[in-house]
């Protein structure tokens, strides 16, 4: 059996887990949806991980995401990183050169640019839903269409209408409106894409020079739409990896690979733990104005880990033997 590691991207949409060999080959993948329990996600992929795996096969995990912490404490992270730096060393594993990565998600973009394998800038948009994966979601949902069908439909259309795409609010009431005229489905679905498309290009890319190899990553990155209408936009060809939705995984495996090689060790915790109970429960510090509540993940009625304290009274405390009052 080779030697494999393990990256673990924790989003507030979905949790995406992928297991890499030495030559950074996908021997595992897995995409699913988080539903606002991340912890029991984690713990039932690793199950599945357990059952075709052993501790001794898994060499390195690294974790990303908006919960690559809560990943890290439960399954021991050698490195945990940020989605910048996750999906820019994805990116890199798939075209060296590449210069432009576009990213969208249900709840989230980004757009990172880099140069000579190192990133020079990058921008998010955690706000607007008009440029994210859970508007085209949405409007799906409103014309009964599979989500899935989205793109299909959409890059059969010779006549997009202009859909107003700076707020998903004006959006809507638009493409309410352009059915009301009469227009054909795969007229307003392509509206909507480039819609989506120049909300990013004009917000989050504002001001950005973007270069070629451009690649395109996250779940909308399935969307052929969307491709299509970055094209005519961008003026570029746009590069859709096979694997664009776990690039922050893959990165963060490869990130792993690369930590312990230089370590010659491992923090993972082990299969066994993870399959441990898990609960999360917070509470109110009243100890100085700031009131924080602090977060704290129990298990086996020993506390792991706290964080979310500004000053670090509970966070910094090792807290691993630290039994509940």
């Not at 690793?46 to 809560?70: A, F, H, P, Q």
């Not at 746009?238 to 923090?267: Q, S, Y």
């Not at 915790?269 to 977060?295: I, S, T």
């Amino acid at each position: 059996m080779n030697r494999l590691f393990l990256g673990v991207d924790v989003g507030s949409v979905s949790t995406n887990i992928v297991l890499l060999d030495d030559d950074n080959n996908i021997i595992e993948k897995n995409y699913v949806r988080t539903k606002g329990n991340p912890i029991k996600v984690i713990t039932e992929l690793m199950k599945e991980i357990g059952e075709r795996y052993s501790d001794s096969d898994i060499k390195g995990v690294g974790t990303t995401g908006s919960g690559r912490n809560l990943a890290n404490i439960i399954l021991g992270a050698d490195i945990v990183k940020n989605e910048i730096t996750s999906h820019a060393i994805a990116a890199i594993n798939f075209i060296p050169d590449v210069k432009t990565i576009l990213e969208i998600g249900g709840q989230d973009s980004k757009i990172i640019l880099i140069d000579n394998g190192i990133v020079t800038d990058f921008a998010m948009n955690t706000v607007c839903a008009a440029g994210t994966g859970s508007f085209l979601d949405r409007q799906a949902q409103r014309l009964n269409i599979d989500i899935k069908n989205f793109g299909d439909i959409a890059i059969q259309s010779n006549n997009p209408v202009r859909i107003a795409g700076r707020c998903a609010v004006f959006a809507e009431s638009d493409m309410i409106h352009k059915q009301q005229l009469g227009h054909n489905y795969e007229d307003i679905l392509n509206g909507l894409c480039e819609a989506l498309v120049r909300n990013y290009i004009n917000n989050l890319a504002k001001g950005k020079r973007i270069e070629g190899p451009v690649i395109f990553q996250g779940g909308v990155a399935a969307n052929k739409g969307i491709i299509k209408a970055f094209k005519k936009y961008l003026n570029k060809e746009v590069f859709v990896p096979e694997h664009h939705d776990c690039m922050g995984a893959i990165g963060a495996a490869i990130l792993a690979k690369d930590k312990v090689k230089r370590t010659n060790r491992t923090k993972f915790r082990g299969l066994d733990k993870v399959k441990l109970e898990y609960n999360v429960r917070g509470f109110e510090c009243k100890d100085c104005p700031n009131m924080c509540e602090v977060v704290e993940i129990v298990s086996n009625d020993k506390i792991l880990a706290r964080w979310q304290d500004k000053c670090g009274k509970y966070s910094n405390i090792n807290s691993e033997n630290e039994k509940l009052a």
